[in-house]
Each structure stands twice: as C-alpha cells, then as structure tokens.
C-alpha cells in the first residue's frame, strides 16, 4: 500500500539549533518528492521537488535530500520565522500522496 | 503570493446546502488541482482538471463535483452538505504540459467552509 509517513509530528528548537525533518514513503514507481510549507490557515508553500536517489537541493536555510526510501529537510540555524509545518508529497503514476506534516517551532 | 486566487475566502453554511467554491489559476496554468484538508484527514487530492477535461480523481465525494471553464477557472461544488464537510479547501496549478499529477503545484490561500 501506498503511504508517506512524516516525523517528527512535532519539532521544538530553539533559535540557531539544527535539525532535521524526516519524510518515509513506499509508492511505486516514483516520479517525484515535494517539500512544501504551510503557515496556519494558509496554502502551502512550495520548496523542493526531487526527483532521483542522491540528489540535494537547496534555499536559503533548507536544503532536501533524497533516498530509495526517505527524504529528509534539513534545517540549519533556524530562526522564528522558520516555525510552520512542513509537508511532503510523493508522486507515483497518477497519484500523490500527502504526509501529515511536521509542526516545527522555533524559539528565540 | 502564489498568483493563485481563490473566493470566497469564508464560507459559513447550514447542513444540507450547496455552494460553489472559486479558484482562478496562476496565468498560463492549464492545470487545477482541488484539494480538502481537515484537521483530522491532513491534504487529500481531491480532483485534477487539464485544459478543461477531468484528468485524475481522488477521494472526492459524489457530492461534490467540479468543472473547469474555457478561461481555465475552476469551480468546486459541494451538495448536501454535512458538518463532516467543514474544511479548509485550496485549489492549487501547475504550469507542466503534460498535464501530470506529479507536476509542481502552486496552491492558492484557501476558502474555509465552516458547515454548522
């Protein structure tokens, strides 16, 4: 079965500390990986697409990652303007398939 | 801003009402794409309209339905509305020619439909 798990559902940190945000998926026949990011109330953002084992992008404080089986966003020296959730989105033939989010909070 | 607009932004009904939902896409964008997120369900694709045919569906209900216009905007009905309805809706685009679900969406700020 098809399914994008993301974690943590949570992430506090304070200014300046990095971390990273993890995105597992099982869908066959990959045809791309999306980051985006969401303030409350607000569309999502979009940040990265990936579409192949090994690659990186990056922008700014993020910088995404890619593997046969997970994505990670890593996040270096956020700051409070960091704090959204963060989502991700694994596209197969004709499908795409929402995690659930990461909730990152960046404290001063 | 996105370039995707979508009205109204609130939507306060009664359960049993339809209304429509707006999206106009980025300039140039054949694709729509609807989408409902609740707090409890997280993003789920709704429905995909390219070039004004329906493309791909998902978990979209038979009371909703949506259509897409020859200037390319995109209306989302829904009928018979129940509480479980009450969601946050975007629309989102995409510039890609193929008309593929996995091209780079841009997604619009939303219409919160509040079903009491």
């Known amino acids: 079965e098809d399914q994008v798990t993301q974690s943590p559902e949570a992430l506090r940190l304070q200014e300046g500390e990095s971390s990273s945000l993890n995105c597992s998926y099982t869908v066959s026949g990959l045809r791309g990986l999306f980051w985006y990011r969401q303030d409350p109330g607000k569309g999502p953002e979009f940040l990265f697409t990936l579409y192949s084992a090994g690659e990186e992008k990056e922008k700014e404080r993020l910088k995404a990652t890619l593997t046969k089986k997970e994505s990670f966003l890593h996040i270096t020296a956020p700051k409070p303007e960091d704090s959204a959730t963060y989502l991700c989105?694994?596209?197969?033939?004709?499908?795409?398939?929402f995690g659930a989010g990461t909730r990152l909070a960046v404290h001063p | 801003d996105s370039g995707v607009t979508q009205t109204p932004k609130h939507l306060i009904t009664a359960t049993g009402q339809r209304v429509t939902l707006r999206c106009s896409p980025r300039s140039g964008d054949l694709s729509v794409y609807w989408y409902q997120q609740s707090l409890d369900q997280g993003l789920q694709f709704l429905i995909q309209?390219?070039?004004?045919?329906?493309?791909a569906k998902g978990n979209i209900l038979e009371r909703f339905s949506a259509q897409q216009f020859p200037d390319l905007h995109s209306e989302l009905n829904l009928s018979s509305l129940e509480l479980g309805d009450s969601a946050l809706y975007f629309c989102?685009?995409?510039?890609?020619?193929?008309?593929?679900?996995?091209?780079?969406?841009?997604f619009g700020p939303g219409t919160r439909l509040t079903v009491l």
């Open positions: 989102a685009s995409s510039a890609g020619t193929s008309g593929d679900l996995t091209d780079t969406q841009y």
């Open positions: 309209y390219y070039n004004g045919e329906e493309r």
């Open positions: 989105a694994v596209g197969g033939y004709n499908k795409l398939i």
